[in-house]
């Protein structure tokens, strides 16, 4: 993105960043793509994309016979930083019905699909609750379903924070019946009842507030050509990638990279990394006591070292 972008209003911005994206990612942008996006007239798309000629002469040129604007050979972002993680995100939630079709940025959808993901059933009622109480640093009564309890029951929970473990959403919450912080699935909340000024600070739950960098590279019997592949993968470099994660959410991280079990224990075509901070993961100030879900107790193995995690309710 270029240095001097000028300082404009957020809507102008927004549209030029429009403008932009469809020159990227398509090569061509027109008036009815700014019409049909934003809802505004015809003069005003025209206005837009004269502006956007203005301030970044050399970006686009008029092709007469197809009628539109595309994508000069001098083109240099102004607005927008290319981002292909951003566009697969649109296409990813596009593909998850999160989206719909016509609200994506991107005109000329290709062929694309993703794995189902089931979705959770949170109720919209519930997750307002907890947000309000985030918000308001309150207290809330809930009736939670604990999967180590065959009944709901009601407790006092102070959230602070929403966190995605790559499948369910959780309250990170100070829990007053167990006198500490833990995570509550959002989805296992039945319902909720009162709620009243939390007596506990969220800058007490040390496990949210530290960060652990897990390392990671390739794993070592793989060849070197298939070494070199998961480096461009992952985007590592000199063969390892370091991966902030708060030490609240450790245990899902590694879960979700396939590192809680011995690399040894899968084949390497199949493992493809390992960690390589075992110490620094393992020696983390308290980190077990952060992994959190419904009470089960579960054996975490990094690389030789097994330590034993209370998943809690």
Same mark, same amino acid.
């Given at each position: 993105?270029?240095? %001097?972008?000028? @300082?404009?209003?957020?809507? &102008?911005?927004?549209?030029?960043? #429009?403008?932009? *994206?469809?020159l990227f990612w398509e090569g061509h942008v027109n008036r009815s793509d700014l019409i049909d996006k934003f809802g505004v007239? &015809?003069?005003q798309a025209s206005g837009d994309l004269n502006r956007y000629i203005a301030l970044a002469p050399d970006n686009m040129v008029y092709d007469k016979s197809g009628k539109t604007y595309v994508r000069a050979s001098s083109f240099k972002p102004l607005f927008l930083n290319p981002d292909a993680t951003q566009?697969?995100?649109?296409?990813?939630s596009v593909?998850? +019905? $999160? &989206? /719909?079709?016509?609200? /994506?940025? $991107?005109? %000329?959808?290709? /062929? *694309? %699909?993703?794995t189902p993901a089931p979705a959770r059933g949170i109720d919209p009622v519930v997750l307002r609750s907890v947000i309000i109480a985030i918000r308001r640093h309150e207290a809330m009564e809930v009736c939670y379903q604990s999967m180590t309890a065959p009944d709901a029951e009601w407790r006092w929970i102070a959230p602070h924070a929403l966190a995605f473990d790559g499948f369910r959403w959780h309250a990170r919450s100070f829990c007053e019946k167990s006198n500490d912080y833990r %995570? #509550? &699935? $959002?989805?296992?909340?039945?319902?909720?009842?009162? @709620?009243?000024? /939390? +007596? $506990?600070?969220?800058a007490a739950d040390n496990a949210w507030h530290e960060i652990v960098k897990l390392e990671i590279g390739p794993h070592p019997e793989l060849s070197a050509n298939q070494r070199r592949v998961i480096e461009l993968d992952y985007g590592m470099h000199d063969g390892r990638m370091k991966i902030p994660v708060r030490r609240a959410l450790l245990y899902y991280a590694l879960k979700r990279l396939g590192l809680d079990t011995d690399p040894a224990a899968r084949p390497p075509q199949d493992q493809q990394i390992v960690l390589l901070s075992n110490e620094e993961v393992v020696s983390s100030k308290n980190w077990q006591n952060s992994f959190s879900n419904d009470g089960k107790s579960e054996t975490l193995q990094t690389g030789a070292t097994r330590q034993q995690v209370e998943r809690q309710s």
């Open positions: 993105m270029g240095e %001097d972008k000028p @300082s404009l209003r957020w809507g &102008v911005e927004q549209k030029l960043q #429009f403008i932009e *994206f469809r007239s &015809v003069n566009y697969l995100s649109q296409l990813r593909a998850e +019905g $999160i &989206v /719909a079709e016509g609200d /994506a940025w $991107i005109g %000329d959808l290709p /062929a *694309f %699909d993703a %995570d #509550f &699935v $959002i989805s296992r909340i039945v319902e909720t009842r009162q @709620s009243r000024p /939390a +007596g $506990i600070i969220s």
